[in-house]
C-alpha cells in the first residue's frame, strides 16, 4: 500500500531560523496536503498542493510528482509556528494516508 | 471561521458502554471521513462517505459503525467500547473523493475509556 515518510520527526529552532520540513510517498501522486496542529487542536489546512510551489506569507510549498516528494519550507520561524505539521497524500485509489508528522518547537 | 461541527467535545465513559460521535459540515461537500487519531497523533482513515455512499471501509473492528443521514452529516457509532479505542476521533469533509479532495478538519472529540 501506499506510504508517506516524514522528515525530520522533531525539529527545534531559535527564532528567527529557517526550517524545511519533508514528505516523501511511495506511489504515485492524486493530491498533497499539509497541516498544522497544536497540541490538543484540531488539524488546520496549510496547503492544498498537488504539483508545483505555493507560497502564503513566510511558508512555502513545493510539489515534485516525478521525485515523489513535497517538501514545507518556514522562513524567519516564530515562537507561534511552534507545534506538528502532518502531510497526507492521495493516491491512485483516492484512500487519504497520513505521514507521522514533524514536531517542530521553536524557542525565542 | 469554522465549518465542521463535531459533537461533543469530550466523552468519558466505561468499558463496555456505547458512544455516538455527530459531524456537521455546512461547506456544501459532497465527502466525509472519519478519523482516529492515536496517542502518537498518527492520523488513520476508518470510513468515508461520498453522496451518502460507503466508499471507504477501513478495516476497524465490528463495534465502530458509521451513519449517514444526508451529505451534510456523518455520524459514528461505537458499541461496546474497549480501552484501545480511547483516541481523537476528527471528522473532515471534501468537494469530491478524488481530484477535488482538499479536506477541512472539524475540533474533534476526545474519548477516554476507562
Known amino acids: 500500500g501506499q506510504q508517506v515518510q516524514q522528515s525530520p520527526t522533531s525539529l527545534v529552532l531559535q527564532e528567527g531560523e529557517n526550517a524545511e520540513l519533508q514528505c516523501n510517498f511511495s506511489?504515485?501522486?492524486?493530491?498533497m496536503q499539509w497541516f498544522y496542529q497544536r497540541p490538543g487542536g484540531s488539524l488546520i489546512s496549510v496547503f492544498y498542493n498537488p504539483s508545483g510551489t505555493k507560497q502564503s506569507g513566510r511558508l512555502t510549498s513545493t510539489t515534485v510528482i516525478k521525485e515523489r516528494r513535497s517538501s514545507l519550507h518556514i522562513s524567519s520561524s516564530q515562537i507561534t509556528d511552534s507545534g506538528t505539521y502532518l502531510c497526507?497524500?492521495?493516491?491512485?485509489?483516492?484512500?487519504?494516508?497520513f505521514g507521522k508528522g514533524t514536531s517542530l518547537v521553536v524557542h525565542p | 471561521e469554522t465549518a465542521v461541527f463535531q459533537t461533543p467535545n469530550y466523552h468519558v465513559t466505561q468499558v463496555g458502554n456505547e458512544v455516538s460521535f455527530n459531524c456537521k459540515q455546512t461547506?456544501?461537500?459532497?465527502?466525509m471521513y472519519w478519523y482516529k487519531q492515536d496517542s502518537k497523533k498518527l492520523l488513520k482513515i476508518m470510513f468515508s462517505?461520498?453522496?451518502?455512499?460507503?466508499?471507504v471501509n477501513e478495516t476497524v473492528p465490528r463495534r465502530f459503525s458509521p451513519q449517514s443521514s444526508d451529505k451534510a452529516h456523518l455520524n459514528l457509532r461505537i458499541k461496546s467500547v474497549e480501552p484501545e479505542d480511547s483516541a481523537v476521533y476528527l471528522c473532515a469533509s471534501s468537494w469530491d473523493w478524488g481530484n477535488y479532495a482538499e479536506q477541512f478538519f472539524g475540533p474533534g472529540t476526545r474519548l477516554t475509556v476507562l
Open positions: 506511489t504515485s501522486l492524486n493530491s
Open positions: 461547506l456544501g461537500h459532497d465527502t
Open positions: 462517505y461520498n453522496n451518502k455512499q460507503l466508499i
Open positions: 497526507a497524500m492521495t493516491g491512485g485509489n483516492y484512500k487519504p494516508t
